[in-house]
Nanobody
């Protein structure tokens, strides 16, 4: 099982990034997918999730209206489009795949928002 995040980097406040998480080793279309983030000294927090079919999405209040989660089951990939980025969005971003009782994590990708 592998979850490989990409797309992180350094961006100025107000900028955009698109994170990708490519999955392999399991039946991606059966799993709910989530993005989490963890800043230094803070707990890991849920940013957004999307159901297995992609028909329902949920967001943390702090990112509503700025971030969009989506998935392409044909490509085994989940995305996180991040717009209007703020310094407080800086963190390591992780993707997670879940279908009870199984859950898998990626290794994370660093996002830094700074001028």
């Amino acid at each position: 099982v592998r979850l490989v995040e990409s797309g992180g980097g350094l961006v100025q406040p107000g900028g955009s990034l698109r994170l990708s998480c490519e999955a392999s080793g399991f039946t991606f279309r059966n799993y709910r997918m989530s993005w989490y983030r963890q800043a230094p000294g803070q707990e890991r927090e849920l940013v957004a999730y999307i159901t297995s079919t992609g028909d329902t999405t949920t967001y943390a209040d702090s990112v509503k209206g700025r971030f969009t989660i989506s998935r392409d089951n044909a490509k085994n990939t989940v995305y996180l489009q991040m717009n209007s980025l703020k310094p407080e969005d800086s963190a390591v971003y992780y993707c997670r795949a879940q279908t009870w009782p199984q859950a898998y994590w990626g290794q994370g990708t660093q996002v830094t928002v700074s001028s």
